[in-house]
């Protein structure tokens, strides 16, 4: 499909009708889509039409003449509150602005205008200053490249924007699982010792999975954080199988999240155990620290998300 930016043409409309249809008509035939509040007219009184076109505008041009406008039910203008939205929602816009406009020759206690001078001022627009129509024309024709220009990047930015978020998602709701499974574990931890029982040990099945698959996660601070917790966890398996021998009639069962039910054994000291208390504790102590920077660091993305959007 071929994309067509979407032109808003902000303007009051009796003293702007032919300037608008030129616009109109020009734009369409370079292929562009202009919006215009006259061409999508609904029985409804309501101005929700026009404030969307210009919330879902790619870019809004907004022409300042010598009227105002009638006020809204927002207390400004429609010009006004056009031009306010494409602020507040970012989107690119340029201002042309009638030489001797007598909008901002109005008193100053004229609160409207006023505030419409103010909202001009305090974002630092900068505007075109035109002498009639035929100026006005001429000069909105020869910006089109800079105008289909910021589109552009506008539309790359979106993109890249939409490719970032759906690499977040993709890690929170990986890291979300793991999560899940391993706070499970330590609800049991607080009933059962680890050290003494194959509890622990049961979590191997977890990072099975995370080996297996190699790369868990596109973020490399969560990749580097389940390789640790996974190494961790090895080097605490690889001496407890020789220091502890399960027993196997006291098995109990239990329910981890995503993994199901597993099993796990009281175990016994081996008489030629090299077992040594305060190194099981140092490595329980180490996954537990990693484990709460895992969990950081998932928070954080989770909050990277919501700032974007």
Not at 167 to 174: S, V
Request: glycine share 2%; proline share 3%; with cysteine.
């Amino acid at each position: 499909m071929i994309f067509k930016p979407r032109i808003f043409i902000s303007s009051t409309f009796t003293e702007n009708a032919k300037t608008r249809d030129d616009l109109r008509a020009f734009f369409t035939g370079i292929g562009a889509e202009p919006l215009l509040y006259e061409r999508n007219l609904t029985p409804s009184t309501s101005p929700s039409v026009y404030r969307q076109d210009v919330a879902h505008a790619d870019f809004v041009i907004v022409i300042i003449r010598d009227e105002y406008g009638t006020p809204t039910d927002t207390g400004m203008s429609g010009l006004h509150e056009e031009m306010k939205i494409a602020l507040d929602k970012e989107i690119p816009l340029h201002v042309y602005i009638k030489n001797d406009s007598k909008i901002f020759k109005s008193p100053k206690d004229c609160f409207e205008q006023d505030e419409f001078g103010k909202l001009i001022r305090a974002n630092r627009i900068s505007y075109y200053q035109y002498n009639n129509d035929n100026d006005l024309f001429l000069r909105i024709k020869e910006t089109t490249f800079e105008i289909f220009h910021e589109i552009f990047m506008r539309q790359l930015s979106s993109q890249a924007l939409e490719k970032k978020l759906a690499k977040i998602e993709y890690d929170y709701k990986q890291a979300i699982g793991v999560i899940k499974i391993i706070e499970a574990f330590y609800d049991y931890f607080k009933m059962v010792d680890p050290i003494s029982t194959t509890l622990f040990a049961e979590m191997e099945c977890l990072f099975d999975w995370v080996d297996d698959n190699k790369f868990i996660f596109i973020n490399i601070e969560l990749e580097n954080l389940i390789g640790e917790l996974s190494s961790i966890l090895r080097k605490f398996i690889s001496h407890h199988v020789n220091d502890y021998v399960a027993v196997s009639k006291a098995q109990r069962t239990i329910e981890i999240p995503l993994l199901g039910k597993l099993s796990f054994s009281t175990c016994e000291k081996c008489p030629t155990a090299d077992a040594n208390q305060h190194k099981y504790e140092k490595w329980l102590e180490n996954f537990t620290q990693v484990f709460e920077k895992f969990k950081t660091c998932t928070s954080e993305l989770r909050y990277e998300a919501d700032v974007f959007l």
